[in-house]
């Protein structure tokens, strides 16, 4: 299993930083079988918004 | 993972310590499969169950279902009911297991503790401990359950357990053809393959961009919200398209297969069709007959009721007979009348003039007519009566050969309807009673699902050209909304949000486009040679090869 994650997450890296940390948190986060799809997209939320703070700290 | 020795204490009808060692490639016996065979209720299950509980803590097992909590116990019922009488308890109940997975040796003990509370039996999970012995021969031993876990969960992860552990009952349902199966292997292929964890982040994600989008959406003015507003309107489309486009998939799939089927029974049916058509036609006439023996025997039932005098055509055929002999001989009615004779013998002068005197011969013969002759009117009722049965026997010869003619066609009627009968049972015998399905209907229902699947792939090239065009659309406007937070420097955090939101979500689905495709074929592939290596030359020659299809149940295409 964990295989077969790992061979997804090499795909998703192909994509620039950003996007594949959260593809990679998406995928994560939706393995665990007690979150649900809701609780998922509200996590992912506050990843998106820390990345793009973080692009707008380092500019 | 292989299984070496299994020691079990106390545990469900196991009492005491008990073990079996399984046979395997390290054993010296140089066997490697362990058959447990026993009647119902001996224990088999009881073992299985160890290993699970062994492995994963599991009280249940999926066959469990139906089964009420308070009957799955594991300590032995014996032990504690000997505890209870000698107030020792708990009962201390263990399953441990040894085995090895990729050249190192692991045993794991899992305890666990039992007490009766008057007959309800109450059990607790105790420790659990892993010893594990790498390639180099060095020993770690774990005793937190989550480390256990970890490790278990690294060789045989629980969520596909069911597909590597199971009992006979699984295998049972395993290898039946059906829905149910497709949907047990279906099952096990999308857990290995962690495609719901996939959908679900796939899901996730769009749920977070759609709630990014709306919000960027109200808070937009202008030519740009415009846009925002097409791009939700164009992605609903989308979505819309997608999800029928997916629902036709399935009913092409169902109606595809069902059509197989309906192939595979007609193939059956044309080494037979001879027989079915004849079995057809002899159906039919037989309807025929029966339908003229219904009628033959409404007519005779008609016939009978009027038939009655039939029952005593013997004495109506004796008294005309007695009549008739009067008749022939004239003494009915008779030549002279009785009145004349009378008044000849008062008178004794003849209607010639002639005397007749008593005691000559004349008078003699006179007193003799006088005798054979009968009252008018008795003769009169004679006569009614000889006429009245005349027309009866005229009449019951008439009903007799009608209804001797019914008789007859009615006999035939029945031979025909026994050879037709015998000559239809020979048919079935030849044909079997699994395939009395008529040819016809197959037909027609093979018709019908072939313009089902018509109809479907018409609209399956529409739904696609749509969704093209809409894609095309969604593309556009996502190129002027790119254009338009340029032009106007719209550059907020939200955009950047929605934006990244957006360009995951393209990347999780690309991801796993590519990754099903490719990993359905190696599923595919490796499943055929294992099927190919399980079966027979003459089978091998048949199959093709096995593909993983959409919902991923497996389909084996044959020659």
């Known amino acids: 299993m964990s295989e077969i994650n790992e061979l997804i997450k090499r795909k998703l890296q192909e994509y620039e930083p950003e996007v594949a940390e959260i593809a990679i948190k998406a995928l994560e986060l939706s393995s665990s079988e007690y979150s649900s799809e809701i609780n998922v997209a509200e996590q992912l939320r506050s990843v998106v918004r820390d990345i793009v703070r973080r692009r707008k700290d380092r500019s | 993972m292989i299984l070496h020795k299994l020691t079990m204490k106390n545990f469900r009808q196991f009492r005491g310590i008990q073990s079996i060692e399984f046979a395997s490639r390290m054993g010296d016996s140089g066997k490697n499969v362990t058959v447990i065979f026993g009647e119902n209720g001996r224990g088999k299950t009881g073992i299985f169950r160890a290993i699970m509980f062994c492995l994963y803590g599991d009280h249940r097992l999926s066959q469990d279902e139906e089964v009420e909590e308070k009957e799955l116990y594991l300590v032995n019922l014996a032990e504690l009911r000997n505890a209870d009488a000698n107030d020792r308890y708990p009962v201390e109940s263990f399953v441990e297991l040894e085995f090895s997975h990729k050249r190192e040796r692991y045993v794991l003990k899992r305890i666990i503790y039992g007490m009766l509370d008057r007959d309800k039996v109450i059990e607790e999970h105790g420790e659990v401990g892993l010893a594990r012995w790498k390639t180099d021969g060095n020993c770690i031993t774990y005793d937190d359950p989550r480390d256990v876990e970890s490790i278990v969960n690294a060789i045989l992860d629980r969520r596909v357990k069911e597909y590597f552990l199971f009992d006979g009952e699984k295998i049972e349902r395993l290898t039946r053809a059906n829905a149910e199966q497709r949907m047990e292997i279906s099952k096990g292929i999308r857990n290995l393959l962690n495609v719901d964890a996939l959908e679900k982040a796939i899901r996730a994600t769009e749920r977070l961009r759609k709630s990014l989008d709306d919000e960027l959406t109200k808070k937009s003015t202008g030519e740009f919200g415009k846009i925002l507003n097409q791009l939700n309107v164009c992605e609903e489309n989308r979505r819309d398209l997608k999800n029928r486009l997916d629902q036709l998939d399935v009913e092409l799939k169902h109606a595809s297969e069902e059509k197989r089927k309906v192939d595979k029974e007609l193939e059956k049916f044309s080494e037979i069709r001879h027989l079915l058509k004849e079995r057809n036609e002899l159906e039919n006439a037989l309807e025929d007959y029966q339908e003229a023996a219904k009628k033959l025997l409404e007519e005779m039932k008609n016939r009978v009721g009027k038939a009655a005098l039939l029952l005593v055509k013997e004495t109506i055929e004796k008294v005309f007979k007695a009549i008739d002999e009067r008749k022939q001989k004239g003494e009915i009615p008779s030549e002279i009348r009785k009145d004349l004779i009378e008044r000849i013998l008062l008178e004794k002068k003849c209607i010639c003039g002639r005397e007749v005197l008593v005691g000559t011969p004349a008078f003699d013969e006179i007193i003799q007519w006088k005798n054979r002759t009968h009252d008018i009117s008795l003769q009169d009722s004679a006569l009614d009566l000889w006429r009245y049965l005349s027309g009866i026997r005229n009449r019951n010869d008439d009903l007799a050969e009608t209804l001797e003619t019914?008789?007859?066609?009615?006999?035939?009627?029945?031979?025909?309807?026994?050879?037709?009968?015998?000559?239809?049972?020979?048919?079935?015998?030849?044909?079997?009673?699994?395939?009395?399905?008529?040819?016809?209907?197959?037909?027609?229902?093979?018709?019908?699902?072939?313009?089902?699947?018509?109809?479907?792939?018409?609209?399956?090239?529409?739904?696609?050209?749509?969704?093209?065009?809409?894609?095309?659309?969604?593309?556009?406007?996502?190129?002027?909304?790119?254009?338009?937070?340029?032009?106007?420097?719209?550059?907020?955090?939200?955009?950047?949000?929605?934006?990244?939101?957006?360009?995951?979500?393209?990347?999780?689905?690309?991801?796993?486009?590519?990754?099903?495709?490719?990993?359905?074929?190696?599923?595919?592939?490796?499943?055929?040679?294992?099927?190919?290596?399980?079966?027979?030359?003459?089978?091998?020659?048949t199959l093709r090869h096995i593909v993983v299809d959409n919902s991923y149940a497996l389909q084996v295409l044959d020659r």
């Open chain 2, 406 to 541: 019914l008789l007859q066609r009615y006999g035939v009627n029945k031979n025909k309807i026994e050879k037709v009968c015998l000559r239809i049972d020979d048919i079935n015998k030849e044909i079997g009673s699994s395939e009395r399905q008529d040819a016809a209907k197959l037909e027609d229902h093979r018709g019908y699902l072939e313009s089902r699947l018509r109809k479907m792939e018409v609209e399956r090239l529409s739904i696609q050209r749509d969704l093209e065009s809409v894609n095309q659309e969604y593309e556009k406007l996502q190129a002027q909304r790119a254009a338009k937070e340029q032009e106007e420097n719209i550059k907020n955090e939200l955009s950047e949000r929605a934006a990244l939101a957006n360009k995951s979500l393209e990347a999780l689905r690309a991801v796993y486009n590519e990754f099903t495709t490719e990993i359905k074929d190696v599923i595919g592939k490796t499943a055929t040679e294992f099927f190919k290596k399980l079966l027979d030359k003459e089978s091998q020659e």
